[in-house]
Each structure stands twice: as structure tokens, then as C-alpha cells.
């Protein structure tokens, strides 16, 4: 299958009761070990790419070339998207020109009529390739990758102004942070969010800062109305761990076990198994 927009699957999922994965990606590790895994487990997937994290890559045309390339070579059939994750106003239509074939505008830190004129420009462009776009109402607490957000809840009627623009997915901060959750953190706030289902008209909603939320949050997200979780952290602290495991052992002074493929792999495998522990979570396995 080719690489496409998320607005299908995410629709899927609203319908029936699953929410997608957003996994972030970082390497050619990252994006392979993704895609071995949801191709393993028949799940869409949506790529998701910051604006630092391309930059790192190389620039759009060079994410746009590694993905394309692998979901060839690995001869993935699920639907996979790859998805501009918190995208600036200029960054968004740098993506779109680029080849993403999904985009989120993330304007939560202008003034709410500034930000709607912003994300209807950009559904604009976007709509016109066929591209998805997610908005975002009340910023998601946190950091990532210099978008800092101070989590405050979203309000309903902005999120209602919003979802009758056309777009196709929108983040609505309910209490959920970018990065570790603090001891103390309260939790989601799922009146806000119940409020925000009943005025959205079924539009598909995304819940950012997926890891460390409990599964018995995630699944009630879900049931209202959430279907598309990002995760990225959890990836992040796997992968680092592992691979302080495989050096710690020595295992790089063993033979050629300092070849970036060995070197590598334990995190890579680590990883996966996340991937693997997130479908089983949000029910995408066999949706493709």
C-alpha cells in the first residue's frame, strides 16, 4: 500500500472503537523498527515528525525519501502515514511541499481567531493534495522539541469553532503533558473531554503525551471519542536503556560488537516490543 493521509484510518478507528498509534520517529531505526512491527501486527500507523526531528534527518524531502523507501523495501501493506507533529505555520507548508502526506498545525500559542485563520489556510493547501490536518486547541502541557506547552485545559466552544473548519483530526488539551508525568499529576480531565465529543460532531480526537498515561485512561479516552495516541518518550527511554544494558555488559568489546548494527539492535528490539504493548493497548492490531 502506498503511503497515505491519516484521515481514512483515523475515521475507521473513530467508528469502530480503536484509536491509531503516532509513533515518533527519530533514525532509520526508528522508522524500520516501526514498520516491521505494525506490518507484524497489521495495524495502521502514523509516523510522526517534528520539526527538529527532520531537521536532525536531513529536511522533509529526506524523511519523505527514507520512509518511502523502507515501506518499499520492507513491503509494508498497512496504512502509514507520515504525519508533521506540532508543524509551525511555515513548517507546515514546507511538509506539504515535501511529500507529507499528513500535517498538524499547531497554532494553540497564537490567539484563538489568529490560530483559526492560520489552520484554515493551511486545510486549504493541505485539502487540495489530499492531505490530512490536525489542529490543536489549549496547549498540550510540556516540552518537545522547543513547543512548550503549560497544559491548560481546551474550551469547548473553541473546539467546536474548530471542528467545523474541515479539519480532520484535532488535539484539545484535557491535562496531559509532553515528556514524564510529574507524581502529582491529576490526570485527564474527561468531563472537559466528554464536553468536547458531544460538540465536535464526531470529529476525530488526538490525545498527545500517550506515554505514562494508564491503560484504564487510555481506554476511556478512547470510548470518547480519542483515535489517534501519540507516543514518542517511551520509545526514547527504551531505546536508551537497552542499549546502556548491551554496553554496560560489555557486550561492545565482544568480537564486532561495537558495529552500529550490533550496537544498535537491542534497542531497536526494545522499541518494537513498545510498539508492540501500544497497539495491544489502543486495539489497532488487525485494522489495517
Known sequence: MAIVSAKEMLLKARNEGYAVAQININNLEW??????????????????????????????????????????????????????????????????????????????????????????????????????????????????????????????????????????????????????????WKGLNFEVLAEIQKVTNNVPLVLHGGTGIPGDMIQKAISLGVSKINVNTELQLAFADATRKYIEAGKDLESKGFDPRKLLNPGSEAMKQVVRDKIALFGSANKA
Do not use: W
Not at 119 to 133: F, M
Open 31 to 184: 522508522t524500520k523498527a516501526v514498520l516491521q512491527t505494525v506490518e507484524e501486527l497489521k495495524s495502521p500507523v502514523i509516523l510522526g515528525v517534528s520539526e527538529g526531528a527532520a531537521k536532525y534527518m536531513g529536511g522533509y524531502k529526506t524523511v519523505v525519501g527514507l520512509v518511502q523507501n523502507l515501506h518499499d523495501f520492507l513491503k509494508v501493506t498497512v496504512p502509514v502515514a507520515i504525519h508533521l507533529d506540532h508543524g509551525s505555520y511555515e513548517g507546515s507548508f514546507q511538509a506539504l511541499e515535501a511529500g507529507f502526506t499528513s500535517i498538524m498545525f499547531d497554532g494553540s500559542h497564537y490567539a484563538f481567531e489568529e490560530n483559526l485563520a492560520k489552520t484554515k489556510e493551511v486545510i486549504a493547501a493541505c485539502h487540495a493534495k489530499g492531505v490530512s490536518v490536525e489542529a490543536e486547541v489549549g496547549s498540550i502541557g510540556g516540552e518537545e522539541d522547543g513547543v512548550i506547552g503549560t497544559g491548560e485545559l481546551a474550551d469547548p466552544e473553541e473546539c467546536r469553532v474548530i471542528a467545523a473548519t474541515g479539519v480532520d483530526m484535532f488535539a484539545a488539551g484535557i491535562g496531559n503533558i509532553h515528556g514524564k508525568y510529574p507524581a502529582n
